[in-house]
């Protein structure tokens, strides 16, 4: 016997596979939050990141669309949520947002009310090349927004060159760029998930060594570990040929200075803003006119700034990596200097033999060069 089917049973059968794809299909682009390709461990809850685009600060055409791409995959493969990047595009558009270097307090709370996502994700790409041998350099750190400001998470640093390792007969060398981002997006989404997992450990640029301490220093010693203090990180003056080195290496010591308890740093993008609010413009460097403002409308202790004489990294096989810089720290109640710094170094200066001991890129110099500064400013634990 035949079964027969009415049109109004079609509709309905119609209708309820619509509903059902629509329920259990997969995410459309309209989707606020995309999930992750890998099951978060038990017990692990990440929250929900909104990934800005990456803040570029190399003075060269980069392909920062595809960079940060590779950043989104990684934080997905590592159980990082993300927010779609059209509703946060939709609101940088809305807002009319042309810095993406930092996160000011009322950007931080617009972002926050209107997306309900309180932590974002901030890449700066300070180096990229291509050829002949590639090279990339990146700074990342997470911004969570809190009621009374912007809380520093975790930051750091990767700078990587595909002739780091090249092995015997140069077999490891990396010669595809794109092979190249990957290698550093992972180290630093690495670093991320290990912070949060309470491991707290970060990538380290090589090791330490004394050859990197200051080779000129005024004070010392000031800030005692069980004494909190409030510090603002303000760009330092760029005397050299590299387009925005002052930005750098003003990262350079805020990302250190941070890895200290007893530190609050102020979010870089609330030093910008009062840098545009108030019209300060850097003359040879910062005047203490200027910094009177910057202690009253930051609320902070100390203001650490310099100068930047030369931050060079080597063209293809000429030349090696040059960094100098000079950094002083001015003191609210005194409004004197009351620590200063000079160093400089380059990369070649521990060669001892066949290019061992070699540095390859400006980054991984300044890493420690502002290091071991920022460490002579901290009192030793007793």
């Known amino acids: 016997m035949m079964l027969s089917i009415n049109s109004s049973m079609i509709k309905r059968i119609i209708i309820l596979f619509i509903v059902q794809f629509c329920l259990f299909g997969c995410r459309t682009a309209t989707d606020p939050v995309r999930g992750c390709n890998k099951e978060i461990p038990a017990g692990k809850e ?69 997306t309900g996502v309180h932590t974002v994700f901030q890449t ?14 990146l700074f990342a750190r997470l911004i969570r927004i809190e009621e009374e400001g912007e809380d520093i998470v975790w930051m750091d640093s990767v700078g990587l060159s595909g002739d780091e390792s090249p092995g015997l007969l140069d077999l490891t060398l990396v010669k595809d760029p794109q092979v190249l981002v990957q290698k550093a997006a992972e180290k630093l989404i690495r670093s991320l998930a290990n912070n949060m997992s309470g491991s707290g450990q970060r990538s380290v640029e090589g ?19 069980d004494k909190k203090c409030r510090v603002a990180v303000a760009p330092f003056y760029n005397s050299s040929q590299r387009k925005y080195a002052g930005d750098i290496i003003a990262l350079h010591f805020f990302n250190h ?55 060079e990294d080597e063209q293809g096989s000429v030349g090696k990596p040059k960094v100098h810089f000079s950094a002083f720290l001015i ?20 060669v001892f033999f066949f290019g061992l001991g070699d540095v390859k890129t400006a980054h991984t110099l300044a890493t420690q060069m502002a290091e071991q500064a920022v460490g002579t400013i901290i009192m030793p634990a007793p």
Not at 207 to 225: A, E, R, T
Not at 331 to 347: I, L
Request: net charge negative; with cysteine; charged share 20%.
């Open 46 to 114: 990440y929250p929900v990141i909104a990934l800005l685009p990456i803040h570029n600060i190399s003075g060269t055409k980069a392909p920062l669309d595809e960079i940060r791409q590779i950043m989104e995959k990684c934080l997905h493969e590592n159980g990082f949520p993300t927010i779609h990047e059209d509703v946060l595009n939709q609101f940088i558009v809305n807002h009319r947002i042309r810095y993406i270097g930092g996160l000011d307090r009322a950007t931080a709370r617009n972002f926050k009310a209107e």
């Open 124 to 137: 700066s790409l300070e180096l990229y090349r291509d050829a002949p041998m590639p090279k990339i350099v």
């Open 207 to 225: 090791s330490i060594h004394n050859h990197f301490q200051p080779k000129v220093l005024y004070g010392g010693s000031l800030l005692s570990p």
């Open 257 to 311: 200075l941070i890895s200290y308890d007893n530190i609050t740093v102020v979010e870089p993008g609330d030093v910008r803003n009062a840098f545009l609010q108030w019209r300060i413009i850097m003359d040879d460097g910062i005047s203490l006119t200027n910094a009177k403002v910057l202690f009253r409308k930051l609320g902070v202790d100390y203001i650490l700034t310099g100068n930047v004489l030369d931050y």
């Open 331 to 350: 003191e609210k109640n005194s409004m004197q200097v009351v620590w200063s710094t000079t160093s400089y170094n380059q990369g070649d200066d521990r």
